[in-house]
């Protein structure tokens, strides 16, 4: 719609005028509500401004409805310990998912194995099936020697989920070679056994990280970065489940499944860890609540992505 402005000797557009003083009030009201939110408390005695949530995509509209379902997960908590606990279980169950299909690409598996091979029953079931898939380890006692040995290497908590894993590889070798002949582990089929090797590494590395405390998380992280600094000096022999030897091999499997999360989740975790080892005050319920709705606000954005290059492809 145009009007006739005499003192501007033109016609005027009303609905781009209406339209300019919607698009004003609506920035005003966004910029009340960004300062309403303000800078959010994060563990750690860190904070996020919620200007800079808005420029990664995360308006207050949606950073509300993310904080809202993380008060849910964390429940009625108040205790240290009990809101440590309900943290680490809600980051550890929404994460999942995404860190089995990093993994999975990573140790080129599929989809379907790499889930399955998180619960008991599965690892168990694909287990079986690789066994019996070989000459030497078919055998019924076998598989309930094997079941045993998983049992074993699940139960010593001790070990990195590679040297889980690598309790089971030799228990392999040894039933292959005692119900054949001697060396008969070399015949195996070495890229099956690879893979099952990966399955059972993925399967001892979800168990090993339900940690219920940051002291627990932080055990587990000294675990890890002190066999990684003593196979970087060498200190350790490196092997592919073939037996062939390579550079490294170790190195490169020797990772905690949180090494897969998503990146708002790994520094939601590395900043608990610090507040607990630095004695920074106790956790509180608010930060708590705020570091998982950064991780339900990330994964939010990377499906939203994931949605709409498929569109595109599609």
């Given at each position: 719609?145009?009007?006739?402005?005499?003192?501007?000797?033109?016609?005027?557009?009303?609905?781009?005028?209406?339209?300019?003083?919607?698009?004003?009030?609506?920035?005003?009201?966004?910029?009340?509500?960004?300062?309403?939110?303000?800078?959010?408390?994060?563990?750690?005695?860190?904070?996020?401004?919620?200007?800079?949530?808005?420029?990664?995509?995360?308006?207050?509209?949606?950073?509300?409805?993310?904080?809202?379902?993380?008060?849910?997960?964390?429940?009625?908590?108040?205790?240290?310990?009990?809101?440590?606990?309900?943290?680490?279980?809600?980051?550890?169950?929404?994460?999942?998912?995404?860190?089995?299909t990093r993994y999975a690409s990573f140790e080129a598996l599929s989809f379907s194995s790499a889930i399955t091979a998180i619960f008991p029953h599965g690892i168990r079931a694909l287990l079986f099936s690789y066994m019996a898939g070989e000459q030497s380890l078919s055998d019924i006692s076998c598989r309930t020697d094997m079941q045993r040995t998983l049992h074993l290497a699940a139960s010593t908590s001790n070990l990195t989920a590679y040297d889980q894993t690598g309790l089971v590889q030799r228990?392999?070798?040894?039933?292959?070679?005692?119900?054949?002949?001697?060396?008969?582990?070399?015949?195996?089929?070495?890229?099956?056994?690879?893979?099952?090797?990966?399955?059972?590494?993925?399967?001892?590395?979800?168990?090993?990280?339900?940690?219920?405390?940051?002291?627990?998380?932080?055990?587990?992280?000294?675990?890890?970065?002190?066999?990684?600094?003593?196979?970087?000096?060498?200190?350790?022999?490196?092997?592919?489940?073939?037996?062939?030897?390579?550079?490294?091999?170790?190195?490169?499997?020797?990772?905690?499944?949180?090494?897969?999360?998503?990146?708002?989740?790994?520094?939601?975790?590395?900043?608990?860890?610090?507040?607990?080892?630095?004695?920074?005050?106790?956790?509180?319920?608010?930060?708590?609540?705020?570091?998982?709705?950064?991780?339900?606000?990330?994964?939010?954005?990377?499906?939203?992505?994931?949605?709409?290059?498929?569109?595109?492809?599609?």
């Open positions: 719609m145009q009007i006739w402005v005499g003192d501007l000797d033109g016609h005027v557009n009303i609905d781009a005028i209406s339209r300019a003083n919607e698009q004003e009030a609506a920035e005003y009201a966004l910029e009340v509500d960004l300062d309403d939110l303000g800078d959010i408390t994060l563990f750690s005695n860190h904070t996020i401004s919620s200007r800079k949530l808005y420029s990664r995509g995360v308006g207050p509209e949606q950073w509300r409805w993310m904080l809202h379902r993380a008060e849910k997960s964390l429940g009625q908590t108040d205790s240290q310990e009990d809101i440590e606990e309900s943290f680490l279980k809600a980051t550890m169950s929404v994460t999942r998912r995404y860190a089995v228990r392999l070798h040894e039933l292959a070679s005692r119900s054949s002949c001697t060396h008969a582990h070399l015949k195996l089929d070495k890229g099956r056994m690879r893979n099952m090797l990966s399955l059972s590494r993925l399967y001892f590395a979800n168990r090993e990280c339900q940690v219920r405390s940051a002291a627990k998380l932080h055990e587990l992280e000294l675990r890890y970065e002190s066999e990684r600094a003593a196979e970087k000096q060498g200190f350790d022999t490196s092997q592919k489940p073939t037996g062939r030897k390579i550079q490294n091999w170790r190195l490169r499997s020797l990772r905690p499944l949180t090494f897969y999360f998503p990146f708002s989740a790994r520094h939601s975790l590395k900043r608990l860890t610090t507040q607990n080892v630095l004695g920074a005050g106790s956790i509180g319920r608010q930060a708590a609540a705020n570091e998982l709705a950064l991780i339900y606000c990330e994964i939010e954005l990377m499906r939203t992505h994931a949605k709409k290059m498929a569109k595109r492809s599609g």
